[in-house]
């Protein structure tokens, strides 16, 4: 085609292919969550992500604030997947039987690293302090759980409900440590089943 003046007119562009920030969130989520966060480098992203270094920077900000989201991310579904056993589940002690059972299957599974908040450790006071905030959200979950089970007759009225969650926390905080050294599921399930001898009498 020609233009008026018979000059060639210049062929049209492309479309510039879309950019799917969800899609790169989750990859740069893997590998922060293969590598922790110092490990990482931003090639490493980029080069995961498919995208260059100035659309990372355009869309994320920096790699603190990446980590950020990708935290995020990973915290979001793991509070889903709770609410949802917490919920359904008829009981509390069932809920945490669930759950426990649960990570030591997903824990040990060939394509799991562990819980990426339980093993990631960060040098930087605000990343160590937003690792921390995301850590704690489970426990509220499952010390209001523990407050609504006293009040229906589950527990007993003198059950300290912080103390429960803080002990149930660290017992799955603790199956993710052994599973990320190599735990086997036979050993994470008897700890699940020791935890729950545990549960207050009624």
Not at 67 to 81: D, I, K, V
Not at 129 to 148: G, V, Y
Request: hydrophobic letters at 40%.
């Amino acid at each position: 085609m020609k233009k008026a003046n018979g000059a060639p007119a210049a062929a049209p562009r492309g479309r510039p292919r879309s950019f799917d920030r969800d899609a790169a969130l989750e990859r740069a989520m893997q590998v922060f969550w293969r590598q922790g966060y110092e490990a990482t480098s931003v090639s490493d992203l980029t080069r995961a992500m498919d995208i260059n270094p100035p659309s990372l920077y355009a869309a994320f900000g920096d790699k603190e604030h990446l980590y950020l989201a990708a935290l995020e991310r990973y915290a979001q579904g793991r509070r889903e997947s709770l609410e949802q056993i917490l919920q359904q589940t008829p009981s509390a002690k069932q809920a945490i039987e669930r759950l426990l059972l649960a990570a030591a299957h997903d824990l040990t599974s060939a394509d799991c690293r562990g819980c990426m908040l339980s093993t990631a450790q960060c040098g930087d006071e605000h990343l160590q302090s937003a690792l921390a905030e995301r850590r704690n959200a489970p426990k509220r979950a499952l010390k209001e759980r523990f407050q609504r089970a006293v009040r229906d007759g589950e527990l007993p009225r003198s059950t300290d409900t912080g103390a429960l969650a803080d002990f149930y926390t660290t017992v799955f905080q603790g199956m993710a440590m052994q599973a990320r050294d190599g735990a086997p599921r036979k050993g994470l399930v008897a700890t699940a089943r020791a935890a729950m001898r545990a549960w207050p009498k009624g």
